[in-house]
């Protein structure tokens, strides 16, 4: 019996004992053997889903939309008649899980340009402007851009519309596509049969 077990025979705590036989001095220390009872933790409060079920979650979340079209091209002959009107046009726009991404030409008669994407996502009830970077000049009279409209907020309704300007010399050019600016509709991707790992430890 351990000293102190007279008074806290009711206790649970592990009881300790010294060795005072040892040769050394030094001390050893013994643990009595615990019962399930003196131990009970609710796993069920305390699990957690493993990463792949989380990451699997966010990636179908992201997934959550498809656009129509995929991609906006314009053809040789309207990009030509765009830089002989307005001095600017879309080359390329293309839709991904989280922005859409895209290639502007500019005419390069001015040095100093600001080139820039104005979208809305409301049918321009509110817009934003998003500024395009300088990639590189394919002719020495023109400038390609590039440009990203990152996704926030889209809702099965969203309609993505936008245009581009380009200021130069104190003037600015646009391309709005003929008037009918550049659109992308949001609708709900197909749904497919998921599986998600689940492991537990």
């Known amino acids: 019996m351990c000293a102190g077990d007279d008074l806290y025979s009711h206790s649970k705590t592990p009881c300790l004992k010294h060795d005072v036989n040892s040769k050394r001095h030094s001390k050893s220390v013994r643990f009595e053997k615990l019962t399930a009872l003196d131990f009970t933790i609710p796993t069920s409060d305390f699990y957690h889903p493993p990463l792949s079920v989380i ?69 321009w009830s509110t817009y934003k402007d998003y500024p395009a970077m300088f990639v590189e000049s394919s002719v020495p009279s023109e400038d390609i851009f590039k440009f990203t409209i990152p996704f926030k907020s889209l809702t099965l309704t969203n309609q993505i519309q936008f245009c581009i300007c380009a200021k130069m010399n104190g003037s600015e050019y646009w391309d709005n596509n003929f008037c009918q600016n550049y659109k992308f509709s949001c609708s709900p991707r197909s749904k497919q049969k998921e599986t998600l790992d689940f492991h537990y430890y």
């Open 55 to 123: 990451v699997n979650s966010f990636i179908s979340n992201l997934q959550h939309f498809q656009f129509t079209p995929a991609s906006i091209s314009p053809c040789l002959a309207e990009q030509h008649e765009k830089m002989q009107k307005s001095s600017v046009s879309l080359l390329y726009a293309k839709t991904n899980d989280s922005s859409i991404e895209g290639r502007i030409l500019v005419s390069n008669f001015s040095f100093e340009k600001t080139v820039f994407v104005r979208a809305t996502f409301d049918n």
